[in-house]
């Protein structure tokens, strides 16, 4: 496991040819959007069908990209941008009505729109080798329907840390289903190699044995939700820490960063689990290898928190290794969970009917994966959105990751 994920090109140039700060041609635009969306199965009866499926997704995912936000937003960026779209969309009755956005996602297959983000990840990375690969789940606040029964829509997502990528997504009934919709996730992406990170929820043994037979690592939360094991380990540490440790074998790391008017020390102990002098069903927990303990510190404006939270490790105890693994699961919620929140307004969103919602949010997670492999512009998601609003040119530069060279 000498690499990490890395992106296609490797170079200035990749497979088809195109410089890094060249756009999509015209006609490699065309093959795009035919190579991901020609297939989809199409749920409207002949007699409505005006306008073409692969039409209506592609309007949908560009005006996602340029800052819209539902049905409205889709008719107006189509209207205009017409003369610019008819050069690669064949728009046989020109640009669908808002109406017809919602009818035909409110149908359309939402596990059809899932598959085709998998797929385009997967022509986008190599397999992946020492990528931390955050697994958590996000409740769409604005999906709760009060009159209808209708609950929020709570999907699982993976996410590549490096890449910033959102790699799957898988839907679950309620925050207590994670449990059964995470094998299903980690079914639908190669993670050999990889390090797994989750919170509590999904350190169950099942799991483990899954990542395990899979060949990749983890690093999971260990908390009361096991409570024999979690007391085990917590009051083993409190005396072993007592005793300063004497005798036992460890790996220690301190850090200190400050930002936003907050200073955060961090303590990361890792021990075998060797050290311990067995565990309470170890035999269950394949792989395992490792104990770490990770200390926080946060020195806020108005007054100072303290945690102790404990880890369960397939990899050697090294705390500056687990440590950043631990760090890094923090990515899905920072780089994905808010920006998908405050930039793309998921929460606010108020679109709630049949498979909508669950539609859009692939188109979201769509849209920010393509925004962020456009990198010649270094301005903010939000800034780049507004471009590629503004600039057919800076679409199609971010667009080039669809290109399936």
């Known amino acids: 496991m000498d690499k990490g994920f890395a992106p296609i090109q490797t170079t200035s140039k990749s497979k088809s040819g195109l410089n890094k700060n060249q756009p999509l041609s015209m006609q490699q635009l065309r093959e795009s959007v035919s190579h991901y969306f020609d297939d989809v199965p199409d749920p409207r009866v002949n007699r409505t069908k005006r306008h073409l499926l692969k039409d209506i997704i592609v309007i949908a995912l560009l005006s996602t990209i340029a800052g819209g936000d539902g049905w409205q937003d889709m008719e107006n960026y189509g209207i205009s941008k017409l003369t610019w779209l008819k050069e690669f969309l064949e728009l046989p009755n020109g640009i669908p009505s808002d109406d017809t956005f919602r009818r035909v996602f409110e149908q359309l297959d939402p596990k059809i729109l899932e598959q085709k983000l998998t797929l385009w990840v997967q022509h986008l990375i190599r397999p992946v080798i020492q990528q931390v690969i955050p697994i958590d789940g996000k409740t769409l606040r ?24 959102v790699l799957a997504q898988v839907k679950v009934e309620n925050h207590s289903n994670e449990i059964t ?25 099942e799991i483990i044995r899954l990542i395990h037979q899979k060949k990749a690592n983890y ?36 850090q200190t960063e400050s930002a936003h008017s907050r200073v955060e020390t961090r303590k990361v102990w890792a021990f075998p689990v060797a050290a311990l002098g067995g565990l309470y069903k170890q035999e269950e927990w394949v792989g395992l290898q490792t104990i770490v303990v990770v200390e926080r510190f946060r020195y806020l404006w108005n007054g100072t928190t303290h945690e102790i939270q404990f880890y369960l490790s397939s990899l050697p105890p090294n705390a500056q290794i ?5 760090r890094q699961h923090w990515s899905i919620e920072n780089q994905q969970h808010y920006v998908l929140d405050v930039t793309f307004n998921e929460d606010s969103c108020r679109i709630r009917s049949l498979h909508s919602p669950r ?47």
């Open 359 to 405: 539609n859009l949010a692939t188109i979201r997670r769509l849209s920010l994966n393509a925004v962020n492999q456009e990198t010649t512009f270094k301005g903010s998601l939000r800034q780049k959105r507004k471009r590629a609003a503004m600039n057919d040119g800076y679409m199609m530069l971010i667009l080039k990751s669809l290109y399936p060279d």
């Open 181 to 205: 919709a995470i094998p299903a996730l980690l079914e639908l992406i190669d993670i050999t190699g990889a390090t797994i990170t989750m919170d509590a929820m999904g350190t169950q043994t």
């Open 322 to 326: 687990n440590g950043r693994i631990i």
């Open 142 to 165: 604005g999906s709760y329907d009060r009159e209808n029964g209708i609950k929020n829509l709570h999907l699982v997502t993976a996410w590549a840390s490096e890449n910033r990528l």
């Open 219 to 254: 690093v999971v939360t260990l908390k009361s939700n096991h409570p024999t094991l979690y007391n085990q380990v917590k009051n083993w540490f409190k005396t072993a820490q007592s005793h300063q440790f004497k005798g036992i074998e460890i790996d220690e790391n301190h």
